[in-house]
């Protein structure tokens, strides 16, 4: 977003619930808590498939951008997300984040590996970073196009 809105965690999966941020005044930007990490038990998940379920039916969504970690394949649970968001055609941007954590050859083939098995075009997929900012003009370029689609 081009600036710091929301909190972040060292622990994965303590986050949650929806977090909803106005963004220029003109839309909204829609934070969900991570799952495939998350310690909970079956009421909280029972919760977050319930609240997932009523934020990807709404009339007015543009898309969905997904974070995932480009140093491992997708998880049982990153396939039933897919599952969701194919099922419910909706436009997806994968950013495949923590690229920091490889070397350059390494970036290139996990990006190719995990677009193979996403099954997703190379225009949705960005590789990113936040520790060095690799592709985050990007991701916001890409954003701001989904975005102007829905306007």
Do not use: C
């Not at 081009?2 to 060292?10: D, E, F």
């Not at 998350?38 to 919760?47: L, P, W, Y």
């Not at 098995?117 to 985050?136: F, K, M, R, Y």
């Amino acid at each position: 977003m081009g600036r710091r809105i929301a909190k972040t965690s060292g622990t994965p999966g303590k986050t949650r619930a929806l977090n909803v941020f106005l963004i220029d005044g003109s839309y909204y930007f829609l934070d969900l808590p991570g799952y495939g990490y998350a310690r909970i038990g079956k009421a909280h998940r029972a919760a977050f498939r319930g609240l997932l379920k009523h934020t990807l039916s709404r009339e007015r969504l543009r898309g969905v951008v997904w974070l995932l970690d480009i140093r491992h394949p997708p998880s049982v649970d990153d396939r039933a997300m897919q599952d969701v968001l194919v099922e419910r055609e909706i436009h997806v941007l994968a950013a495949l984040t923590k690229s920091d954590k490889l070397s350059a050859a390494q970036r290139r083939s996990r990006e190719r590996e995990r677009r193979d098995e996403l099954g997703l075009p190379e225009d949705q997929i960005v590789v990113t970073s936040a520790v060095t900012g690799e592709g985050i003009a990007d991701l916001r370029e890409a954003i701001a196009g989904l975005i102007a689609e829905g306007a």
